[in-house]
């Protein structure tokens, strides 16, 4: 059976304090409907503008994954991303009346407990993933962070994480399968070297920092007034260095937490291709840079692939406009009628079929001894296609002709040879308006795209 989309049942929010601004924020979590995806809606703002979590919008990622639309920002989206992921959430509209969404403890274990309360349930569409067939990856050749996605069962995460301090050292992390992410990896918090908590404390960029929300590691000596720094930001009368290098006394969920949360932020970073993935992901210091460069890498090729993915159609069904049909609404004849079948029609887009034979008059000279259809002539084919779907808006199509306007990227792929079967998807690229036909047009044959082009017509009473 396949698997459905999810989204949850009813509406929860949770509030607490944004960790660089230290305002109150509420988040309010929305059921969405399939084939949404994940979206922040401003809530604060004159509009309430939306920003859909997607990699082709993070303009940040320095003390986090920041989005950022239209002047519209969105901080540290991961925590919030990964604890939808964690749950196998693929829908969800997420309300926010301020920038960023609030630190709680630093980690996705609140986010996921209020999706829980929301109830998850289960959607008419079907899931949308990306199966990997081969390796893809990425590599900052400065850091020497790099991210590798390869074929496996289920969507798999390992992080491999090396902080070249005393401290902390080397660890690995990983995640086998999903469904495990709220036992070993949601309640993983963030954490800092006290380098650069200092750092952010001079720049006054943590003002809801406390030690509940932060791991901080010792990485050099406390100063006395680093010291007194800390006790005014946390709001503390006592704070000391526990023997395993941790500020205060909190006490660590794991011996390798900071290589969990690590994995934590890749999933919410990989959030933002957009799609679910099947494949397993080696993280080798990953960061926020790297997680985001590689979500966009790979959200262009599985965009890439889309693009290029062939449809398939049951030829031995019989078809919606049959040669005779599509001769009563065509004022083509042979031979330069291109199209034997019509097999789907709807308002926005047409699929037709031609059987090319050796018998096709242009054969004789194109080429003697080598014969391949001329891409013109595929064009055209097309075209006759989207006349179809143009001319379905009349009542009396038998009393119009289709003029060519215009066309635009015009790419030919694969020679189509006699023998082929040809079909042809076009899709309106904007509503048909005064008898004007805009449309992106695709020709498939052998399994592969063969063509593709962006066409205009106009149909016109004879």
Same mark, same amino acid.
């Given at each position: 059976?396949?698997?459905?989309?999810?989204?949850?049942?009813?509406?929860?929010?949770?509030?607490?304090?944004?960790?660089?601004?230290?305002?109150?924020?509420?988040?309010?979590?929305?059921?969405?409907?399939?084939?949404?995806?994940?979206?922040? @809606?401003?809530?604060?703002?004159?509009?309430?503008?939306?920003?859909?979590?997607?990699?082709?919008?993070?303009?940040?990622?320095?003390?986090?994954?920041?989005?950022?639309?239209?002047?519209?920002?969105?901080? +540290?989206?991961?925590?919030?991303?990964?604890?939808?992921?964690?749950?196998?959430?693929?829908?969800?509209?997420?309300?926010?009346? $301020?920038?960023?969404?609030?630190?709680?403890?630093?980690?996705?274990?609140?986010?996921?407990?209020?999706?829980?309360?929301?109830?998850?349930?289960?959607?008419?569409?079907?899931?949308?993933?990306?199966?990997?067939? #081969?390796?893809?990856?990425?590599?900052?050749?400065?850091?020497?962070?790099?991210?590798?996605?390869?074929?496996?069962?289920?969507?798999?995460?390992? +992080? @491999?994480?090396?902080?070249?301090?005393?401290?902390?050292?080397?660890?690995?992390? +990983?995640?086998?399968?999903?469904?495990?992410?709220?036992?070993?990896?949601?309640?993983?918090?963030?954490?800092?070297?006290?380098?650069?908590?200092?750092?952010?404390?001079?720049?006054?960029?943590?003002?809801?920092?406390?030690?509940?929300?932060?791991?901080?590691?010792?990485?050099?000596?406390?100063?006395?007034?680093?010291?007194?720094?800390?006790?005014?930001?946390?709001?503390?009368?006592?704070?000391?260095?526990?023997?395993?290098?941790?500020?205060?006394?909190?006490?660590?969920?794991?011996?390798?937490?900071?290589?969990?949360?690590?994995?934590?932020?890749?999933?919410?970073?990989?959030?933002?291709?957009?799609?679910?993935?099947?494949?397993?992901?080696?993280?080798?210091?990953?960061?926020?840079?790297?997680?985001?460069?590689?979500?966009?890498?790979? $959200?262009?090729?599985?965009?890439?692939?889309?693009?290029?993915?062939?449809? +398939?159609?049951?030829?031995?069904?019989?078809?919606?406009?049959?040669?005779?049909?599509?001769?009563?609404?065509?004022?083509?004849?042979?031979?330069?009628?291109?199209?034997?079948?019509?097999?789907?029609?709807?308002?926005?887009?047409?699929?037709?079929?031609?059987?090319?034979?050796?018998?096709? *008059?242009?054969?004789?000279?194109?080429? *003697?001894?080598?014969?391949?259809?001329?891409?013109?002539?595929?064009?055209?084919?097309?075209?006759?296609?989207?006349?179809?779907?143009?001319?379905?808006?009349?009542?009396?199509?038998?009393?119009?002709?289709?003029?060519?306007?215009?066309?635009?990227?015009?790419?030919?792929?694969?020679?189509?040879?006699?023998?082929?079967?040809?079909?042809?998807?076009?899709?309106?690229?904007?509503?048909?308006?005064?008898?004007?036909?805009? @449309?992106? $047009?695709?020709?498939?044959?052998?399994?592969?795209?063969?063509? #593709?082009?962006?066409?205009?017509?106009?149909?016109?009473?004879?």
């Amino acid at each position: 059976m396949s698997k459905q989309q999810k989204t949850i049942q009813k509406e929860v929010s949770l509030s607490g304090v944004g960790l660089h601004t230290g305002n109150l924020v509420k988040i309010t979590f929305k059921p969405a409907p399939a084939n949404h995806g994940f979206a922040f @809606m401003r809530v604060d703002l004159e509009g309430s503008p939306i920003i859909q979590a997607k990699a082709e919008y993070v303009v940040n990622t320095q003390r986090g994954t920041t989005l950022e639309k239209n002047g519209v920002q969105i901080l +540290t989206s991961e925590h919030v991303l990964a604890a939808a992921v964690g749950l196998d959430i693929d829908n969800l509209l997420i309300e926010i009346d $301020a920038a960023e969404p609030p630190i709680m403890d630093g980690s996705s274990r609140f986010f996921l407990e209020a999706l829980e309360e929301g109830g998850i349930e289960e959607q008419d569409a079907e899931i949308k993933e990306y199966v990997v067939k #081969e390796v893809i990856s990425y590599k900052d050749e400065l850091t020497g962070s790099e991210i590798i996605l390869m074929p496996a069962d289920e969507y798999q995460i390992t +992080t @491999m994480v090396d902080f070249g301090t005393m401290i902390l050292g080397t660890q690995n992390a +990983t995640l086998d399968t999903v469904s495990d992410f709220k036992k070993e990896i949601a309640n993983a918090r963030t954490f800092s070297f006290l380098h650069e908590i200092e750092m952010l404390l001079e720049n006054d960029l943590i003002k809801g920092g406390d030690l509940n929300n932060a791991i901080v590691y010792v990485d050099r000596e406390l100063s006395k007034k680093t010291m007194e720094k800390l006790k005014t930001a946390f709001n503390k009368d006592e704070i000391a260095v526990s023997p395993n290098g941790i500020l205060d006394n909190l006490t660590l969920h794991w011996a390798n937490e900071a290589a969990r949360h690590k994995l934590l932020d890749v999933i919410g970073d990989l959030a933002l291709t957009g799609i679910r993935i099947k494949g397993k992901v080696i993280a080798n210091k990953p960061g926020h840079l790297v997680n985001t460069q590689f979500a966009k890498k790979l $959200a262009k090729i599985i965009k890439a692939e889309n693009r290029n993915k062939v449809p +398939t159609y049951d030829l031995n069904v019989a078809p919606l406009m049959d040669i005779h049909q599509i001769m009563e609404v065509l004022p083509h004849r042979p031979p330069f009628l291109l199209i034997d079948r019509i097999l789907e029609l709807s308002a926005t887009h047409v699929v037709g079929m031609k059987n090319v034979t050796m018998n096709e *008059p242009y054969f004789q000279g194109h080429f *003697p001894g080598a014969p391949v259809m001329p891409g013109v002539l595929q064009v055209e084919a097309m075209a006759q296609c989207g006349g179809i779907l143009v001319l379905s808006t009349v009542p009396d199509p038998e009393n119009y002709l289709t003029y060519f306007m215009k066309m635009d990227n015009v790419k030919f792929k694969q020679k189509v040879l006699p023998g082929d079967t040809l079909t042809f998807k076009c899709e309106l690229i904007s509503p048909i308006r005064r008898g004007i036909c805009h @449309m992106q $047009a695709y020709g498939y044959a052998n399994g592969k795209i063969v063509a #593709e082009a962006e066409l205009m017509a106009q149909i016109a009473k004879k």
